[in-house]
């Protein structure tokens, strides 16, 4: 587990992706997710974000509202690739993906 805090919101924290590779025979990924479990401070950003990097462009995903109680997990989703509109293939997954505050 990684933790990391912000007071502004856009900063950024990415992680470098590999693997896993999946079973042979599957042909079909149903999307990307990213799960952030996330909470709230005192002041500073209100939201939190996914986003994958691919070829040098960020795509951020809808930001999500923690809990200011305890952490909460916050999801980001993408069921096509954002960069094309087309289906995911295992060619086209990102490599680096991270979260955005907001």
């Known amino acids: 587990m990684t ?8 900063q950024r924290l990415s992680f470098s992706l590999a693997g896993p590779t999946g079973p042979a025979g599957a042909t079909t990924i149903a999307g990307v997710h990213v799960k952030q479990l996330a909470q709230l ?4 950003p ?4 996914g986003f994958l ?5 960020d795509y951020d995903a809808t930001p999500g ?4 109680d ?4 916050v999801y980001s989703s993408w069921d096509l690739n954002p960069a094309d509109s087309t ?8 490599a680096e993906a991270g979260i955005v505050s907001s």
Do not use: E, K, N, Q
């Open 46 to 49: 209100t939201g939190i974000a």
């Open 87 to 94: 289906p995911w293939t295992a060619a086209t997954l990102p």
């Open 70 to 73: 305890l952490p909460s997990p």
């Open 65 to 68: 509202t923690p809990s200011a």
């Open 3 to 10: 933790r990391v805090a912000s007071d502004i919101a856009g």
């Open 41 to 44: 401070g005192t002041a500073g």
């Open 53 to 57: 990097r691919m070829g040098g462009v």
